[in-house]
């Protein structure tokens, strides 16, 4: 007696390869659709945080723009490669305005000031702050192998201008040096 060899799927079997497909497919899609959904929220997320930036492109940096409340609206520089304060070559030295300050400086003084029209200077120097070094500039922020620091002018401690308050030009630089301090902790080297 010869026993036939039975070829191809019984019932059973080709019902379980119908239901493994079936949860293949169901999983794929789950899978596909939590990542699609996911994908979808990160990108409107980062799209919504993109925050205008203010660039010192001599200095290598960037920092997110002042706030119109700050009073640092149309914040602007001008560069001068001058001596570190370490006593070791040269850097840029950036002196900032807004054309608010600009415009009290000139209504108050009679004369041209030392450094301008600027609020603050700022420059940057090789190396890790050491407050030992420093002459009257301070500590702005330190980043990997340099830091910038920060000086305020002289020379803006009085009005000549006659029927213009005195105190109006200085008390302006104090809250611009201040609103700048706060801002620049934003500040981020520019990729």
């Given at each position: 007696?010869?026993?036939?060899k ?9 019902l ?15 899978v596909?659709?939590d ?6 929220t990160?990108?409107?997320s980062?799209?919504s945080v ?5 660039v010192f492109k ?9 706030s119109s409340s700050s009073?640092?609206d149309g ?9 570190n ?7 840029p030295?950036l ?21 301008g029209e600027s ?6 120097i090789?190396g ?5 070094q420093?002459?009257?500039s301070s ?22 201008a006659?029927?213009?308050d005195r105190?109006l030009?200085?008390?302006e630089a ?5 609103n ?6 934003t ?5």
């Amino acid at each position: 007696m010869k026993i036939k060899k039975q070829a191809g799927f019984s019932a059973i079997e080709l019902l379980m390869a119908v239901v493994i497909i079936i949860l293949s497919v169901v999983v794929g899609w789950l899978v596909y659709k939590d990542h699609h959904k996911t994908t979808t929220t990160s990108t409107n997320s980062s799209s919504s945080v993109i925050v205008p930036k203010f660039v010192f492109k001599e200095l290598g940096l960037q920092m997110d723009k002042p706030s119109s409340s700050s009073g640092l609206d149309g914040l602007t520089y001008t560069v001068q490669n001058l001596p570190n304060d370490n006593g070791v070559g040269t850097s840029p030295t950036l002196y900032l305005s807004t054309p608010v300050f600009s415009n009290d400086v000139n209504r108050c003084y009679t004369q041209t000031l030392s450094n301008g029209e600027s609020f603050a200077a700022i420059s940057k120097i090789s190396g890790v702050y050491d407050p030992t070094q420093l002459g009257e500039s301070s500590l702005l922020k330190q980043f990997d192998g340099y830091y910038i620091v920060i000086g305020y002018p002289n020379g803006l401690t009085t009005c000549t201008a006659a029927g213009v308050d005195r105190n109006l030009v200085l008390n302006e630089a104090k809250q611009l040096q201040t609103n700048f301090v706060d801002a620049f902790k934003t500040a981020t080297v520019i990729q």
